[in-house]
């Protein structure tokens, strides 16, 4: 008998991910700055190129705006009440923004207004990681990484608060909370890396009581990446390239 096809409604979620080794970014479709910045929680202060954020502490020698950790919480809350669009990079401390040169400033409002880059946007002082750029849907999401770990941590962390999530709701689980959840390492996130770089569909379903799989699909290169998820029955017809199991 032929394997029955699974409908849209059985994946949990979808993440659309193109890796651009190059220039250091990646696009995203279906990843949220909520679940970007739950995984950076670490992270000292966020320098803030484009936002509406009206509680933010005001930099003088740059001119811009910032959030330090502990009000990140408050910062996500307003931007669920009100969605805009966000351009922001991490930094470690304030008086490291006093040290950015003319040009350095000049770099990061051409980011902010065209959403690409002069040079790759890593600054000595700042010592960022990353930098995020989405619209007020998120429909299409791009952010530069300093280091390729940091992509494969983001998206293992991602699936996982999915499963987490998907677990408190489960009675099943509610029952036997001793039971260790599955989860997507960033070592089997790093095996796909050559695949990442054409674009490809990451579809999570539960493949029983207790485990769970990542349907990995490789997308033709015309696809637009903000349609990719308006049009998932279209390419969840194509069988998946590969399946991890959790």
Wanted: hydrophobic share 40%.
């Amino acid at each position: 008998m032929a394997k029955k096809e699974k409908e849209i409604e059985e994946y949990i979620t979808h993440l659309y991910v193109h890796v651009n080794e190059i220039e250091h970014f990646v696009l995203f479709s279906g990843i949220s700055v909520q679940q970007f910045i739950r995984h950076f929680s670490d992270l000292s202060a966020l320098l803030l190129l484009k936002h509406r954020y009206e509680e933010a502490s005001f930099n003088i020698h740059t001119q811009l705006e910032f959030v330090v950790n502990d009000e990140f919480n408050r910062f996500l809350k307003d931007f669920t009440e009100r969605s805009t669009a966000l351009c922001f990079l991490d930094f470690t401390d304030e008086r490291k923004l006093n040290m950015l040169s003319p040009q350095e400033q000049a770099e990061l409002l051409y980011i902010a207004h065209k959403k690409e880059t002069l040079r790759l946007p890593f600054y000595h002082h700042l010592q960022n990681r990353f930098v995020y750029l989405t619209d007020e849907s998120q429909e299409i999401t791009k952010i530069y990484f300093r280091d390729t770990e940091d992509f494969n941590h983001l998206v293992a962390s991602v699936f996982n608060q999915y499963i987490n999530e998907k677990a408190k709701t489960t009675a099943f689980w509610r029952k036997k909370n001793n039971i260790i959840l599955p989860e997507l390492t960033t070592e089997k996130v790093e095996t796909y890396a050559d695949y990442y770089e054409d674009g490809v569909l990451m579809s999570l379903f539960k493949m029983g009581k207790t485990n769970y799989g990542i349907e990995i699909r490789s997308l033709p290169e015309n696809i637009f990446p903000d349609e990719v998820l308006g049009d998932l029955k279209l390419h969840l017809e194509k069988s998946a390239d590969f399946i991890i199991e959790l």
